[in-house]
């Protein structure tokens, strides 16, 4: 069984300042994990994935995540936000196996401050 | 090359009609997943068709609902009597046949049982 916890429901962050989701995942089998971004009224588009190569990965629009085993962690960063990054962040997690469904963890509600 | 297409984008049913929800993949892609979004929740696993294959259905529910991925056409997932509480939004995903799940979404079809 897999599931991921994301730590904090709504995120605040000044304009210009870093940005940091947590994810926490829990799997019995080596994982794949993804972060996905999700604006209003549209579909998930995905910023980056690990699929057990290097540990720190980068995304799109400037994002990256590090996959960390011991803390079982997928946090993501962003050193300097945009109003652009306003939206809500979703880390999922599959099985290594491919084709395989994702767990969704239940979002992170980004607002960025002018 | 177009993404992953859905619909409709809006879908109004009143409790008890049948609700018809389509996903075109994205070319190339043989595997399609369906998720159910509830308001202020993360996204849950239903259903995983390959062609004319249903894989992996342990997240729908055991009654009313469907899906087909026939080897024609587009993936239909089918609602049968609806409730209120199938009010939702319903996203499809593609991926190819390929061992890095790499999952495309489409923009999704909201559903709202009157």
């Known amino acids: 069984a897999q599931s991921v916890t994301q730590l904090g429901s709504h995120v605040s962050v000044s304009e210009g300042a870093l940005v940091l989701l947590r994810c926490n995942y829990s799997s019995s089998v080596p994982p794949y994990l993804f972060w996905y971004v999700q604006y209003p009224n549209q579909g998930l588009q995905l910023l980056l994935k690990?699929?057990?190569?290097?540990?720190l990965v980068k995304g799109i629009n400037g994002f990256e995540a590090e996959f960390k085993k011991s803390e079982t962690s997928f946090h993501l960063t962003k050193p300097s936000a945009h109003m652009s990054d306003a939206a809500e962040y979703f880390c999922a997690v599959s099985s290594n196996f491919g084709n395989e469904k994702l767990t969704f963890g239940t979002g992170t509600r980004l607002t960025i401050i002018p | 090359n177009a993404g992953v297409m859905q619909n409709p984008r809006h879908l109004v049913r009143r409790r008890g009609q049948e609700a018809r929800l389509r996903c075109s993949p994205m070319k190339g892609h043989s595997h399609v997943y369906w998720y159910r979004q509830l308001p202020e929740e993360g996204l849950k696993f239903m259903v995983y068709l390959q062609k004319e294959n249903i894989i992996d259905e342990s997240g729908m529910p055991k009654e009313r609902f469907s899906a087909e991925f026939p080897k024609e056409g587009p993936s239909i997932l089918r609602i049968q009597q609806v409730v209120r509480g199938d009010s939702a939004a319903y996203f499809c995903?593609?991926?190819?046949?390929?061992?890095?799940?790499?999952?495309?979404f489409g923009p999704g079809t909201r559903l709202t049982v009157l």
């Open positions: 995903a593609s991926s190819r046949d390929r061992e890095e799940n790499e999952q495309f």
């Open positions: 690990y699929t057990s190569a290097a540990t």
